[in-house]
């Protein structure tokens, strides 16, 4: 690997965005490709197709062969990150869950008595304001973020923040009745109709869940069905 290419893809690395380097098997050479499809350093040339292949690899977060080109297209995505607003038992659950798929997750919750080590064992935890702690975590497009405490003044802050960002995902819990009431309240903080309409409420996918675990196992469902680009299915009511 050439000094710029290396270079550049620390730089990615460093500023926490998404990169593919892709290398001809034949002559070694490489071209280093970001996540919007641009040229960020190298030999060969870049054109559409490839930069599509570079995104779908991304997408897939795999690396693999590209045999009609001989390449070799080599994924650098950042880590995949879950910021849980509110340590309560659907985040015990969620968790651990969260985790066995390759998510890093921060507990955010003031209410030290909820956000305990005890309560979340190994886990990152925040007792700062929801929005406070968003604006330090700075969620990017590897993020996903969910808002759990039914609380007004936890969650709103929270999504207010979250819908500044690049998010993949961001949920609430709560009964359509209740979302509505959401909408009216952050509409009247100035959040638009289109950023709203990015929160994932009533949270999760339709599975019947009922207990902190399924619900937890919707949520998690739903977040993996946003990053994979599936089908769109109707959420869950709480």
């Known amino acids: 690997m050439k000094s710029a290419v290396f270079q550049a893809l620390q730089a990615a690395r460093a500023a926490k965005q998404p990169a593919v380097l892709a290398t001809d098997l034949k002559s070694g050479r490489q071209l280093l490709i970001g996540g919007d499809g641009e040229r960020l350093a ?3 040339s870049l054109n559409e197709d490839l930069a599509e292949v570079a995104q779908q690899a991304l997408a897939e977060d795999r690396s693999a062969m590209d045999p009609d080109r001989g390449l070799f297209i080599q994924v650098f995505n950042p880590p ?6 509110g340590a309560v038992h659907i985040a015990q659950a969620l968790v651990p869950m969260a985790q066995t798929l390759g998510y890093g997750v921060t507990v955010v919750d003031p209410r030290r008595a909820w ?3 005890e309560r979340f064992p190994g886990i990152q935890l925040t007792h700062d304001w929801p ?5 330090a975590l700075k969620p990017d497009r590897r993020t ?4 759990l405490t039914h609380d007004p003044k936890l969650d709103d802050p929270a999504l ?5 960002s690049p998010a993949f995902y961001i949920g609430a819990l709560g009964s359509r009745k209740t979302h509505e009431k959401r909408r009216q309240r952050l509409a009247e903080a100035g959040v638009g109709e289109a950023a709203f309409a990015r929160i994932d409420g009533p949270i999760g996918l339709a599975i019947g869940a009922k207990s902190p675990a ?4 919707s949520i998690l469902a739903k977040i993996t069905q946003v990053r994979r680009g599936a089908a769109d299915l109707k959420p869950v009511d709480e």
Do not use: C, Q
């Open 144 to 147: 996903a973020i969910v808002a």
């Open 214 to 217: 399924e619900i937890a196992l």
């Open 80 to 85: 995949l990150r879950l910021v849980v607003v």
């Open 131 to 135: 929005d406070e702690a968003l604006a």
């Open 115 to 117: 956000a305990s080590a």
């Open 160 to 164: 207010t923040l979250a819908l500044r």
């Open 42 to 44: 190298g030999e060969l």
